[in-house]
């Protein structure tokens, strides 16, 4: 029988093409009983293959390649587990190591089988003779070590097995078949080169990179013509010597320490906090509606065994809670848990807001917990840290992910090393934009266009056919995002790991480690959170930030007003007006635009506001309207499905939930079952078949959409909670989410547009008042130091600590001369007077520039010599006039808008029609605004005709105008950058804004 075991596999990063699920594939036709994998360093794809071998009945052998040394030489070596402990123990080794000595190799555990590839030591000297170098070698083999023999279809292997039989006979060494398979067939050759093209960043031309021909995956017929039967016995003995069960190599979470001795179990610790929690949570005004889903949630969680979760993620909270970390109010179906809200971890009342537990954990589906939990971005790494240290450094790890190949990715980089058309690259994107989510062998075959630029070249071609094969392969690692597990053992007794960037991290991905035991904890970290808590710290908030009050009517005019600058899920342009049109009044509305603002649902979104702007609404049946009646009779969260099959079909809870997951995963199977159910359900709660039929069809349409209520109400909560503090605490909420965005110029502009609509005015930087952070003070934001492009951050504090050390700087003077002592440089003392920070002394910017030098004269005079500090007189300032026009125009190039001096309010007075670029305006609309010109890009159509693309600004956003035709012509010789005009513009549905009439105010 015949093995093929020497195959690296797509996780062998871009070193291979094969990836598992074709290599498993390839078993199966060829009728092997067995297949090897043997990637490079790593156990990456070892979970994966071994479960898809075991369910495809085929015995999985899984190696690892990786190096040693002999005499200072290197060579590759082959490490095959027999068992689980061999596996183990490889792991061990292997973390963060892949070079061995062949002393270390000689003392290897019996668990493991090793393997020389051709090509390793033993090539350079069976080839040479070297017959003394050989007798050293083989006399210290180990009957765990074998020589790998390469497939006789070249010549000098050919010539190496001849030889090498000769010392595998004298000193009775082990031997097995050992072919290298790096890609699927003879046809993906050209893909497999292009990967070490990329990997070496060259160039497909390049001829100083070697690539392995015939590596490809060979038929069993192959085999049987390349080895001898002898040989392929080999291989046969080979891998009955290899009995690995992964699937027993299992962990879980560790027990949570209570260290209560008055607490008889954990269970029982959980119960007793959930109730305490409940009674906090309702002012010790527990009703039985209450205690009763309590008790039936904490029926589940013990019942499914995750009390031990559930408490250390209690714990957790309690962490933070204590160390002043402020900890998202929640987000996905955890919120639908009422031990949730009593342990603290969620804080929204799932009873209020009609949520389901089942949606969360249901006790007819066997499944794991999933609690997201958001924390400050500044403070996640805190709050591993403490898990880690809880827990054990060795048990707690991050998750490993892999960045793939996606269908503009593999163009682009296919195109680059085959220097490629840039055309033709662009021409393909821009097709692959109108097919969302499908791959590059789909739009081919669908798209003409698409079709006939591929087919137009052989370049093109081969460009396509190279991208389509690597599409969707690894190409580097890097880390889930949020994912972090927790083990009870020792994570390397369990799963390989590596050390990346600081952080251990285990090397199966997230949906693999379920079924080992391992949960996974969403520890995300959101920036949105960190200005909440940023916020909070700089106020005087006098109730808890999650028990503020949730009907504020101001706060909702704010988001009606479009004002939804940096607020969570509602600043896009869409939403705005989403918003303007629904006028939300409670949470309950905000949930429901956040879920239908996506993909999909959108679609709803007419119906909806039709039906909230209508008094009177039509149902399918009467029973709809206390289901629906919150979402203006559109089915807008799965919950809404789970609800309609209990109360109509009878089904429970669970079975409901069911339901909704074959709904959303478009089970056929599955649903065609529930269907039947349903619909006799229906029947035997006495509503007519048609009704039921309908139903059916109904919840199966919006159920493709449907979105989790529970995480869109936690969504929607922290939405309102940033409208609330915009609204209520406005200079704050500006203050602190302008320092989130510092270096962000474009985002810092919007924000600072958005507060001076809000009443918000804004000072300069001021030498005595600005720190490196904005802050209000006198009724005014005051600009950070660190708004000034090219004042290094050095000088900044060196300024903040002369100041707070020796007092404010007394006029220029003093401020010169104490600085100066820091080493500050003319060109930073130059920006400073261009920005403005020295108004507040009474002299224009002019009369300080032209005066730097003779002060710099003065200081270099008298430094370090108080005698001529008497006798030496301080210069007076040469008085100069100043010229407004420029000095706004700098600041304005300083700053981005203009301060009091600001001629769009001046022009507007003048131009009462004139509208702001931020306004809404509908497509094809005639509209006059006055505008900043920032920028002119002078292009041709493809007829030849000239045109212009103008980025133009009012200081609010900024705009794209086009001119060209005619009345380009008309205007170019007006056009320049930085001069202000008055436009008569139609917006186009791309959003652009095409030149009806231009007239110069200002330049």
Do not use: W
Not at 135 to 149: I, P
Not at 492 to 517: R, S
Not at 522 to 528: A, V
Not at 582 to 596: G, R, W
């Amino acid at each position: 029988m015949s093995v093929a075991l020497y195959n690296r596999s797509c996780y062998s990063l871009l070193q291979s093409t094969i990836t598992i699920d074709s290599l498993v594939k390839y078993a199966v036709n060829n009728g092997f009983s067995a297949v090897g994998i043997c990637d490079r360093n790593n156990f990456y794809a070892a979970n994966h293959f071994y479960n898809l071998c075991k369910k495809n009945k085929i015995q999985p052998i899984i190696g690892i390649e990786c190096s040693f040394t002999y005499n200072n030489s290197t060579y590759p070596v082959c490490f095959y587990p027999k068992n689980n402990q061999g596996y183990i123990y490889l792991l061990h080794q292997t973390f963060n190591n892949s070079v061995f000595t062949y002393q270390q190799l000689q003392n290897f555990s019996e668990d493991v089988l090793i393997v020389f590839p051709y090509q390793s030591l033993i090539y350079q000297f069976v080839i040479n003779d070297n017959y003394q170098q050989l007798e050293s070698v083989f006399s210290s083999f180990s009957k765990n070590m074998y020589l790998g023999l390469p497939a006789n279809n070249k010549l000098l292997a050919k010539q190496y097995n001849e030889k090498l039989n000769y010392y595998i006979n004298r000193y009775k060494l082990n031997s097995v078949p050992f072919d290298l398979s790096l890609y699927q067939s003879e046809d993906y050759f050209d893909s497999y080169k292009a990967l070490l093209v990329m990997d070496k960043a060259s160039y497909f031309d390049d001829e100083k990179i070697k690539y392995s021909s015939q590596s490809y995956l060979k038929s069993k017929q192959q085999f049987e013509t390349l080895f001898s039967k002898e040989q392929l016995f080999s291989s046969d003995q080979f891998s009955r010597q290899i009995d690995l069960h992964l699937e027993e190599i299992k962990s879980g979470l560790p027990t949570y320490q209570n260290n209560l001795v008055s607490i008889s179990s954990n269970s029982q610790y959980l119960k007793d906090l959930s109730l305490a929690g409940l009674k906090k949570r309702l002012n010790n005004n527990s009703s039985e509606q209450y205690l009763d889903r309590l008790n039936y949630e904490l029926e589940i969680i013990i019942k499914m065994g995750f009390t031990d979760y559930f408490l250390i993620i209690y714990d957790l909270m309690l962490f933070c809670k204590k160390n002043n970390i402020l900890v998202g109010a929640g987000r996905g179906s955890a919120v639908g848990s009422l031990v949730c809200y009593c342990l603290g971890i969620t804080h929204i009342d799932p009873i209020q807001y009609d949520l389901y537990f089942e949606r969360f954990l249901n006790p007819s589906r066997v499944s794991l917990p999933d609690i997201d939990l958001d924390f400050c971005d500044d403070q996640r790494n805190d709050v591993v840290k403490y898990l880690s240290s809880k827990y054990g450094y060795e048990k707690v790890a991050s998750i490993i992910t892999f960045n793939c190949f996606q269908n503009k990715s593999a163009i682009r980089e296919t195109s680059r090393i085959l220097k490629g058309t840039n055309s033709s690259m662009e021409l393909l994107l821009k097709i692959i934009d109108d097919y969302d989510n499908k791959n590059l062998k789909e739009i081919y075959k669908e798209s003409k266009a698409f079709n006939t630029i591929v087919n137009s070249s052989k370049i093109n071609q081969l460009l396509y056919k190279i991208a389509s094969q690597i599409e969707n392969l690894p190409r580097h690692v890097s880390i889930h995002a949020s994912g972090i597990v927790i083990s009870s053992k020792d994570l390397m007794d369990v799963v390989p790991l590596i050390n990346y960037n600081d952080n251990l991290t285990v090397c199966y991905t997230y949906d693999q480690l379920e079924a080992i035991g391992l949960i996974k904890f969403d520890i995300l970290s959101l920036r949105n959170l960190s200005i909440v808590r940023n916020i909070i710290n700089s106020i005087d908030l006098k109730t808890p930030i999650y028990q503020i009050d949730k009907n504020d009517i101001k706060s909702y005019q704010t988001l009606t007003n479009g004002y939804t600058l940096s607020i969570f899920q509602l600043e896009s342009k869409g939403m705005k007006n989403l918003l303007a049109k629904v006028k939300p009044t409670d949470l309950i509305d905000l949930a429901v635009l956040i879920a239908l603002y996506r993909p999909g649902p959108i679609n709803n979104i007419n119906s909806y506001i039709a039906n909230r702007n209508s008094k009177q609404i039509t149902y399918l049946h009467d029973d709809l309207k206390p289901i629906l009646a919150s979402t203006s009779g559109v089915i807008v969260f799965q919950e809404q499905i789970m609800e309609i099959a209990v109360k109509f079909a009878g089904f429970s809870l669970a079975e409901a939930d069911i339901l909704r997951k074959a709904i959303a995963k478009k089970d056929g199977d599955l649903l065609s079952r529930n269907r039947n159910k349903f619909i006799e359900g229906c029947i035997n709660n006495g509503y007519q078949y048609n009704l039921a039929n309908k139903l059916f069809e109904m919840i199966e349409k919006f159920g493709l959409y449907g979105f989790n209520k529970a995480h869109s109400f936690g969504y929607a909560f922290l939405a309102y909670i940033m409208a609330y503090l915009k609204t209520n605490f406005t200079s704050a909420f500006y203050c602190k989410t302008l320092d989130e965005y510092i270096g962000d110029s474009k985002k810092t502009l919007e924000l600072i547009a958005e507060a001076k609509l809000l009443n918000m005015t804004f000072s300069k930087i001021d030498i005595n008042t600005s720190i490196d952070k904005y802050l209000y003070k006198n009724g005014s934001i005051f600009l950070p130091f660190s708004y000034i492009k090219g004042l290094s951050s050095n000088i900044v504090l060196k300024i903040l600590k002369e100041r707070d050390e020796r007092g404010e700087f007394k006029d220029f003077f003093d401020f010169y001369f104490r600085m100066c002592e820091h080493s500050i440089t003319t060109e930073e003392v130059g920006l400073l007077i261009d920005c403005g920070a020295f108004e507040s002394f009474k002299v224009n910017s002019t009369t300080l520039k032209n005066n730097i030098f003779v002060l710099q004269n003065y200081y270099q005079t008298v430094s370090g010599n108080d005698k001529l500090k008497e006798t030496v007189s301080v210069p007076v300032l040469t008085n100069y006039k100043q010229d407004k026009k420029q000095e706004r125009k700098m600041q304005y190039q300083i700053y981005g808008f203009y301060f009091d001096d600001d001629p769009f309010s001046q022009y507007r007075k003048q131009f009462k029609d004139c509208v702001n670029s931020n306004s809404p305006i509908e497509v094809n609309r005639n509209v006059e605004m006055i505008l900043r010109i920032e920028s002119i890009n002078i292009r041709k159509t493809k007829k030849s005709v000239e045109m212009a693309i103008i980025s133009a600004s009012d200081s609010l956003s900024t705009v794209e105008l086009i001119i060209y035709g005619k009345r380009y012509q008309m205007y170019q010789n007006q056009l320049k950058k930085d001069i202000i005009v008055h436009v008569n513009v139609t917006k186009n549905i791309n959003g652009n804004f095409f030149v009806n009439k231009l007239e110069v105010l200002e330049d």
